[in-house]
């Protein structure tokens, strides 16, 4: 089964850095765009950011300048190189891929979703 699971979260003071993984697996034909969201206690989950499968980056404006999105069509794999953390970076990051599954090619891809990682930004 197709499956995501991210890696690399944690607590860091304001001001540090912290690098998020996402690798995706199982039987997989192809991998559109993916990306990160997060969801904070009490709100509803937002876009940080996504890029495409050609590199094409779509990013929140408040995390633009900090954080820096990245892909390895190779390994299908995408980062989420997180600098100048903020408290109000504190969240769930959940990674999310739009991917056709190799068992059923056929069908159109559609989202799927991580686990999620906890970033705590302390001040």
């Known amino acids: 089964q197709v499956q995501l699971v991210e890696s690399g979260g944690g607590l860091v003071q304001a001001g540090g850095s912290l690098r998020l993984s996402c690798a995706a697996s199982?039987?997989?034909?192809?991998?559109?765009?993916m990306g990160w969201y997060r969801q904070a206690p009490g709100k509803q989950r937002e876009l940080v950011a996504t890029?495409?499968?050609?590199?094409?980056?779509n990013a929140a404006d408040s995390v633009k300048g900090r954080f820096t999105i990245s892909r390895d069509n190779a390994k299908n794999t995408v980062t989420l190189q997180m600098n100048s953390l903020k408290p109000e970076d504190t969240a769930v990051y959940y990674c999310?891929?739009?991917?056709?599954?190799?068992?059923?090619?056929?069908?159109?891809?559609?989202?799927?979703w991580g686990q999620g990682t906890q970033v705590t930004v302390s001040s």
């Open positions: 890029i495409s499968s050609n590199g094409i980056i």
């Open positions: 199982g039987t997989i034909f192809s991998i559109n765009a």
């Open positions: 999310n891929a739009f991917i056709r599954d190799g068992d059923y090619a056929w069908r159109r891809e559609r989202s799927y």
